[in-house]
């Protein structure tokens, strides 16, 4: 888990510049609901939640990142380009050698525009149903065959949202020979998505609020009477990073 987590915080560090933008999103899981807010300014990112005390913050401008705890009023800063998360988990576990299963993997992506169209944040959003099988020999890595379901609306990416495709398989401990059929779908922007995994509900995703308007740069620093504190290993932090895992890798697939 750790470092799936490394993995994707620093892909964020290096994601193309975009135009501002604030999205609101409230995500539904087994009756529990979290809302989560990502600002956008150029390559600037800011990242919170009404379930997690800290604030995430990239500023490349200033070559930082922020972990600001807003309760203690206190921040901890890294200047390496690096997202202090990140260096969290590089300091918890070294990375665990490769292990190739040698099984097979079988994913099969298929992609159903529906043709219906609808008026949303002063965009116009597509009614897509996107559909993923996975199969797996015994013995892979991938232990569990599965059939997800993603249906839901979406706008299409702004020319300055699209980036390219980063895969992770180098920092996990098992991987497979994975085989894709089809081509894994796209369709832009999810404003609203169901997810059903086995036919059964998993996930729903609705965004509350999307602006495009100018943002303040003082969104992309942490407040002038917050007090800079030195990164330590605490049990706290670990605890707090664990409990809010899923959610910020949730929050970072809205960002591609």
């Known amino acids: 888990m750790r470092w799936k987590l490394a993995?994707?915080?620093?892909?964020?560090?290096?994601?193309?510049a975009l135009?501002?933008?604030?999205?609101?999103?409230?995500?539904?899981?087994?009756?529990?609901?979290?809302?989560?807010?990502?600002?956008?300014q150029a390559s600037n990112r800011r990242w919170e939640s009404d379930s997690n005390p800290f604030v995430q913050i990239f500023n490349s401008e200033r070559g930082s990142s922020y972990s600001v705890d807003v309760a203690a009023r206190q921040y901890v800063e890294s200047r390496e380009h690096v997202e202090p998360l990140l260096v969290l988990a590089l300091w918890i576990r070294r990375p665990p050698r490769l292990l190739e299963s040698g099984k097979t993997?079988?994913?099969?992506?298929?992609s159903i525009d529906t043709g219906e169209t609808r008026a949303m944040f002063g965009h116009t959003?597509?009614?897509?149903?996107?559909?993923?099988?996975?199969?797996a020999e015994p013995g892979a890595c991938t232990a569990v065959s599965r059939d997800m379901e993603?249906?839901?609306?979406?706008?299409?990416?702004r020319?300055?949202?699209?980036?390219?495709?980063?895969?992770?398989?180098?920092?996990?401990?098992c991987r497979d020979n994975v085989v894709v059929h089809g081509e894994k779908p796209d369709p832009g922007f999810a404003v609203f998505e169901?997810?059903?995994?086995?036919?059964?509900?998993?996930?729903?995703r609705e965004v509350i609020e999307l602006s495009d308007q100018p943002l303040d740069k003082a969104l992309f620093l942490?407040?002038?009477?917050?007090?800079?504190?030195?990164?330590?290993?605490?049990?706290?932090?670990?605890?707090?990073?664990e409990a809010n895992w899923q959610e910020l890798e949730r929050s970072f697939e809205s960002w591609f």
């Open 7 to 16: 993995a994707l915080i620093s892909i964020a560090a290096v994601i193309p």
């Open 19 to 40: 135009a501002d933008r604030k999205v609101v999103s409230r995500d539904t899981i087994g009756g529990h609901t979290i809302v989560n807010t990502i600002y956008t």
């Open 105 to 110: 993997v079988n994913t099969y992506y298929q």
């Open 125 to 135: 959003a597509h009614h897509w149903i996107l559909r993923e099988r996975t199969v």
């Open 150 to 157: 993603r249906d839901g609306w979406y706008l299409a990416r």
């Open 159 to 173: 020319s300055q949202d699209r980036t390219s495709t980063y895969h992770l398989h180098a920092l996990e401990a």
């Open 194 to 204: 169901t997810e059903r995994i086995e036919g059964k509900f998993a996930r729903t």
């Open 222 to 241: 942490p407040p002038s009477n917050f007090a800079r504190v030195e990164f330590a290993v605490t049990a706290t932090w670990l605890q707090r990073l």
